[in-house]
Nanobody, 129 residues
Framework: QVQLVESGGGSVEAGGSLRLSCEASGYTYLRRCMAWFRQAPGKEREGVATIDTGSGSTYYTDSVKGRFTISISRDNAKNTLSLQMNSLKPEDTAMYYC????????????????????WGQGTQVTVSS
C-alpha cells in the first residue's frame, strides 16, 4: 500500500511561485511512476508532470513546460515528491493531486488518470490576476 499526503498549496499572484510537496510512504523500495495531476472546477483531471523513480525520466504537459519542475527526494522509508511552480498563471488555478503507481512511467499513458492506483487528498492552488 502507498500513502500520499500533499502540502504546499495556497494563493499567489500571477507571476509568482509555489512549491508543492507530496510525502509518500509504503513500497518505497519499488520502482514507481509518480505524478502531479490537477483539476479545475468543471474540467477533467489532467496530468501535469510525472517522474519515473527508476530512470529519473520526467514528462510534462505542454502548458507547464519551462515553468514547472518535478523532482523526488529519498529519506529512508519515505520519499518526497515535489513540484516547483514558477511564473504561475491564473489558468494554473486548480486542485493539485499527487498520484503513484508501482512500475515504470510510459509516454503513452503517464497523463491518464486511470494509470495510477494511489492518490493523495489534494491541495488547492489559486492564482489571481
Amino acid at each position: 500500500q502507498v500513502q500520499l499526503v500533499e502540502s504546499g498549496g495556497g494563493s499567489v499572484e500571477a507571476g509568482g511561485s509555489l512549491r508543492l510537496s507530496c510525502e509518500a510512504s509504503g513500497y518505497t523500495y519499488l520502482r514507481r511512476c509518480m505524478a502531479w495531476f490537477r483539476q479545475a472546477p468543471g474540467k477533467e483531471r489532467e496530468g501535469v508532470a510525472t517522474i519515473d523513480t527508476g530512470s529519473g525520466s520526467t514528462y510534462y504537459t505542454d502548458s507547464v513546460k519551462g515553468r514547472f519542475t518535478i523532482s523526488i527526494s529519498r529519506d529512508n522509508a519515505k520519499n518526497t515528491l515535489s513540484l516547483q511552480m514558477n511564473s504561475l498563471k491564473p489558468e494554473d488555478t486548480a486542485m493539485y493531486y499527487c498520484a503513484a503507481k508501482v512500475g515504470s512511467c510510459y509516454t503513452s499513458d503517464w497523463g491518464q488518470r486511470s494509470t495510477y492506483k494511489y492518490w493523495g487528498q489534494g491541495t488547492q492552488v489559486t492564482v489571481s490576476s
